[in-house]
């Protein structure tokens, strides 16, 4: 399902090519950081999304670049209106 999503994704990305032949650079050298998981708010789909949105207004906040892995697709609505 959707929710074990995003720790499939950091569990595979130790077996990736750091180096990018188009950037020839490694991205990850600027500094990624993987917070820990949102744990979900189960009363109403409008409390989750302004729990993502929360998180990422602080990291908006804090001069951070925030880039969402895995879970259910109509989350992204609350991290993108704290972007706009």
Do not use: W
């Given at each position: ?53 929360e998180a990422t207004e ?6 951070k670049f925030p880039f ?8 992204t609505s609350g991290a ?5």
């Amino acid at each position: 399902g959707t929710r074990d999503g995003a720790r499939a994704i950091v569990d595979a990305s130790s077996q990736i090519e750091l180096y990018n032949a188009d950037l020839d650079c490694e991205p990850a050298e600027v500094g990624i950081h993987t917070l820990d998981p949102l744990e979900p708010d189960f009363r109403a789909p409008d409390h989750m999304l302004a729990r993502v949105r929360e998180a990422t207004e602080r990291l908006l906040d804090d001069g951070k670049f925030p880039f969402l892995l895995g879970g259910e697709h109509s989350l992204t609505s609350g991290a993108v209106a704290a972007c706009k």
